[in-house]
């Protein structure tokens, strides 16, 4: 990431802006979409492995991605820098999203946060003590935080999502959060592959997560 050096001081607004800008919604490199240009390589990786996949959309497909991108992004931040700044970084993203009139980017986001939150509590269930034990857990830590974030003036749309992505370090490193954020979009562009076909996906899911985390990595933020 050019503006900043390993580990330099960044303010949060100014970090996540860059990253948007070059990685997400403006990634023009010589001209060129580099990000449709990855949504066409993907279809066509995935499209090996499963022929229906071939038939999906590409502008839906490239859409859909888009979204993917800003809601892991979300995710590696909560992974990487705690919570301590994790509703101000979802403000933001909503601030950023509206000033460029794409409001309805933040709108789509809502599915593969969902998908995110569910993600934390797979396998568990109120039938039995030791999910019982889970879910009040996961429920009361983020009924906790939400009142905190919101206290400090952050409205509650992006509080909630920044809630729902707490507790879910373990369900990522397992691969059900990426699977689940895979299901949705698959859900979303009405197909249903093949094992390979999936694996695929949810390789391409843990690698833009990845990449955020990574340039996550070099710096240090302050709010």
Not at 116 to 122: C, K
Not at 152 to 175: C, F, H, L, M, Y
């Amino acid at each position: 990431m050019g503006l900043f050096n390993r580990k330099q001081r960044v303010q949060l607004g100014a970090f996540c802006r860059d990253f948007f800008d070059r990685n997400v919604l403006n990634p023009i490199i010589a001209g060129v979409d580099a990000s449709r240009i990855y949504a066409d390589t993907v279809i066509r990786s995935v499209s090996e492995a499963d022929a229906t996949f071939a038939a999906v959309d590409c502008d839906r497909f490239h859409s859909e991605m888009t979204l993917i991108r800003f809601e892991v992004f979300g995710l590696a931040w909560i992974h990487q820098f705690g919570d301590k700044h994790a509703a101000a970084q979802s403000a933001y993203t909503k601030t950023y999203l509206e000033e460029r009139d794409r409001a309805d980017i933040w709108e789509g986001l809502t599915p593969y946060n969902q998908a995110i939150a569910r993600s934390s509590t797979m396998g568990q269930t109120s039938e039995t003590p030791k999910g019982r034990a889970h879910l009040t857990f996961i429920n009361t830590m983020r009924a906790d935080l939400f009142d905190e974030w919101h206290k400090q003036g952050i409205e509650p749309d992006a509080v909630a999502r920044a809630a729902n992505r707490i507790v879910t370090d373990v369900s990522w490193e397992k691969g059900i959060t990426a699977a689940f954020v895979m299901l949705t979009l698959c859900d979303h562009l009405g197909c249903q592959l093949n094992d390979e076909g999936q694996f695929r996906l949810i390789a391409v899911i843990r690698g833009l997560y990845d990449g955020a985390r990574e340039t996550m990595k070099q710096v240090k933020i302050d709010a």
